[in-house]
């Protein structure tokens, strides 16, 4: 469905609606919102609704099934392609993996505490998984000072392997908020 002035909005990612009142290029437009001010915003933001506040688009669920097939293989084949593409990695075949939430989901401000520590468990869960697979021998995982709810759990959790051993990072390059995990060979 083409985009009009006129047409009636939903966001996406916040609790505000309104009105398109203007068009500034085929991804960007002006919209005269439910909190009293007009907001610039790309298309990705937000959905076309209609007068019975239902979304006025149609969704081609082969199409939706095969981008996300798509997109879960080269996730999980180039999971570690971010942390690879470095100099540490080049020289050192380590690489350095940033725990903070702004580095691994888009809006880390509406997770709740649990959620935030879940993600980055999870995340470094796949880490290890996928260094394992790629024979990386060295992570050093990024995780601030703190409190250290995140740093205890990440030794917890390495210590349950007998392959992975855990020593604090070079204090000089990380201070205190960084963990290095050594991957012994299988």
């Known amino acids: 469905m083409k985009i009009s002035v006129g047409h009636k909005v939903k966001f996406i990612n916040e609790n505000l609606e309104g009105e398109i009142i203007s068009v ?33 688009y149609n969704v081609d669920e082969t199409k939706i099934f095969e981008k996300i097939s798509n997109v879960d293989k080269k996730e999980k084949d180039n999971f570690l392609s971010k942390y690879i593409n470095t100099n540490k990695f080049k020289y050192e075949r380590s690489i350095e993996v940033d725990l903070h939430l702004d580095k691994l989901v888009e809006f880390p401000g509406k997770l709740e505490d649990w959620q935030r520590l879940h ?68």
């Open 24 to 56: 500034l290029t085929d991804k960007r437009v002006l919209v005269d919102c439910s909190d009293g001010f007009e907001h610039e915003v790309s298309i990705d933001e937000i959905v076309i609704i209609g007068e019975d506040n239902e979304h006025l």
């Open 119 to 186: 993600t980055q468990m999870q995340h470094i869960k796949n880490c290890l998984s996928a260094a394992k697979k790629k024979n990386i021998r060295k992570i050093v995982f990024i995780h601030g000072v703190g409190t250290g709810v995140l740093k205890t759990e990440l030794h917890n959790y390495i210590s349950n392997f007998d392959d992975l051993t855990i020593k604090t990072a070079d204090f000089r390059e990380y201070g205190e908020g960084a963990t290095e995990v050594i991957i012994k060979n299988s």
